[in-house]
């Protein structure tokens, strides 16, 4: 199971997560209201709490994206993303447990559609997140012995800089 | 993977840092209808119901509203039974403007025809749509007052200046109709205001355009 560690394998598992953040975080970034919409919308947040999560966390997810594209702080970029993912997959368990549709937000506003079809959305989202989740494991998973660590930021990163 | 390590706990304080810096810095140079005030005003669902009428109305033509969900918040509540007056249309050639109705629940879903009705009356309309919404195209007269948009105490107020609403006057309020709250939620905002005739279109803005209902396009000057 070597293979599963192999630092060309995490490094293309930074990749696709710090590409699928920066693409999360572009338009939440420019409509921060509509994002305050769409973590309204999940009814699990004080009234307080909703504009300042709506203001940071696309600039979290950027740095983040940033972080793990460029191999830079990438393992507490990990981490964060590790966070995130796990909050966006019990925000979705329980309103999907509560059968209450909504839009996922993950990418900023979506056209309008039918409670089913958000239900059904959200299970894929679900699905989504528990994938990058596996990434992220891949990712904070220490190298395979025998591996030499890579010599460049965008190389195979197991030595955090 | 093994446990986070001194540097990596630090990275990640500044990772939140640097976001936050950042959320401050591009809030503090946003437009208006991108900014977001950092205290959130939005009302959060809660179980909230209807307040029932002091009396029975004296109106002729009552519509039951038991069993429907409630219209405040978006908290699945079943509304107690009782009864509210509904307006009646005018006639179209009607020519008088039918007077407001006595108020006696202070937010209410309102049919497409009353909303027609509200409008050739004069009422005051409300749209709690994002502002670029309403510059794509608004009820003819509309007040562009987004719910979500952190200008929306300043339009209010410019909307009190401009059409000197009492607090029992019928407001109708609308947004894009089906699933959309954000009607309710600047209700809820109104009320809290003082406000108790708060009349919520519930079909909204695409209904209106259906029936080819009078609009204008632009933003709120």
Not at chain 1, 25 to 42: N, R
Not at chain 1, 116 to 140: K, N
Request: some cysteine.
């Amino acid at each position: 199971m070597n293979w599963l560690r192999h630092p060309r394998l995490r490094l293309l598992a930074r990749l696709i997560l710090g590409l699928v953040f920066l693409g999360a975080a572009l338009p939440k970034l420019a409509d921060p209201p509509g994002f305050a919409k769409a973590i309204w919308a999940y009814e699990l947040f004080p009234a307080w709490s909703l504009n300042p999560l709506a203001l940071a966390l696309p600039w979290l997810e950027l740095f983040c994206g940033l972080a793990l594209c460029f191999g830079l702080w990438w393992r507490a970029a990990a981490l964060w993303v590790g966070a995130l993912l796990l909050s966006f997959c019990l925000a979705l368990t329980l309103n999907l447990a509560r059968q209450h549709p909504v839009d996922c937000g993950c990418f900023g506003t979506s056209a309008p559609k039918t409670q089913a079809q958000r239900l059904a959305d959200m299970r894929w989202t679900l699905l989504r997140d528990l994938g990058l989740l596996l990434l992220v494991v891949q990712v904070l998973l220490p190298a395979a012995p025998g591996r030499s660590p890579g010599r460049s930021r965008l190389g195979s990163g197991s030595r955090e800089s | 993977m093994s446990a986070p390590r001194p540097t990596t706990l630090v990275r990640l304080l500044a990772l939140a840092a640097l976001a936050g810096l950042a959320a401050l810095v591009s809030n503090w140079v946003a437009g208006p209808a991108r900014r977001l005030a950092w205290r959130g005003s939005v009302v959060v669902p809660v179980p909230t119901m209807i307040v029932p009428p002091a009396r029975e109305p004296a109106a002729p033509e009552l519509a039951p509203l038991a069993g429907r969900e409630s219209i405040v918040g978006k908290a699945r509540v079943e509304v107690p039974r009782m009864q509210v007056p509904t307006l009646t249309p005018p006639a179209p050639a009607a020519s008088a403007a039918p007077a407001p109705p006595e108020a006696t629940v202070p937010i209410r879903e309102l049919g497409s025809a009353e909303a027609l009705a509200g409008f050739q009356a004069g009422w005051p309309f409300l749209d709690a749509r994002r502002s670029a919404e309403f510059a794509e195209g608004h009820v003819r007269g509309a007040f562009c007052t987004s719910v979500w948009e952190a200008d929306l105490e300043d339009r209010l107020i410019d909307f009190k200046a401009a059409r000197h609403p009492g607090p029992g006057d019928p407001i109708i309020i609308y947004c894009s109709g089906g699933d959309c709250h954000d009607s309710h939620l600047l209700a809820e905002k109104l009320l809290a205001q003082g406000y108790f005739h708060l009349l919520i279109y519930r079909d909204g803005y695409p209904d209106w355009v259906a029936l080819g209902r009078p609009t204008a396009k632009g933003a709120q000057p």
